[in-house]
Every structure is written in C-alpha cells, then in structure tokens.
C-alpha cells in the first residue's frame, strides 16, 4: 500500500510563486510516473503535470506551460510542483497522483491542498 503526503499549499498573490511536495510512503512499490491534478470549485479535476520515471518525461497543461515545473526526487519518492507566476486562476485544489508497476498498475491519489491565489 502506497500512501502519499502532501505539503506546500497555501496563499499568495497574483505573480508570486509556491512549490508544493508530494512524499509517497510504503514498501514493495515502484513509482512508474507522478503527477499533480487540480480541481478548482464547480470544475471538474484535470491534470497540471505528468512526469514519467522512466527517461523524466515531463507533460504539462497549456495553461501552466513555462509557469509551472514537475520534478521528482527518488530518495525519498518526493514529487514537488514549482509553481511561479501565479495567476488567480490557478486557485484550486492541488492534488498528487501516482501509478505504480508491480505486475499491474495501481494509482494512489493524496487527500489534496489547498493553493488561493489573490489577485
């Protein structure tokens, strides 16, 4: 069983910049790719970033394209989301996401923070 921590959020202003973390805990996994999704109030969840462990492949929403950066740390299985330049829109709440390969897939989603961009 994986489980994930997250830290990171809270509030800036218009311009500003957070970095949020994603541990993930457990044993007898491996991480096959990471993630940040977002859900803004009244909005469906969608996908902020995607990095693939195997070559670091990195994918990014257009509206957080050159803004926002995903990077991962293997020890200890910390997935972190550099966020510069926010906007009012980006206020959401920010979640991690992993799949891991053991056989078969499983994801694993954290319970979320909150990140409130002030304009």
């Known amino acids: 069983q994986v489980q994930l921590v997250e830290s990171g959020g809270g509030l800036a202003q218009a311009g500003g910049s957070l970095r949020l973390s994603c541990q993930a805990t457990?044993?007898?996994?491996?991480?096959?790719?990471m993630a940040w999704y977002r859900q803004a109030p009244g909005k469906e969840r969608e996908l902020v970033a995607r990095?693939?462990?195997?070559?670091?492949?990195?994918t990014y929403a257009d509206s957080v394209k050159g803004r926002f950066i995903i990077s991962r740390d293997n020890a200890p299985n910390t997935v972190y989301l550099q966020m510069n330049s926010l906007k009012p829109e980006d206020t959401a709440v920010y979640f991690c996401?992993?799949?891991?390969?053991?056989?078969?897939?499983?994801?694993?989603w954290g319970r979320g923070t909150q990140v409130t961009v002030s304009s």
């Open positions: 990095l693939f462990t195997d070559g670091d492949t990195t």
């Open positions: 457990g044993s007898g996994f491996s991480i096959n790719a």
């Open positions: 996401h992993v799949r891991t390969l053991r056989a078969t897939y499983s994801t694993y």
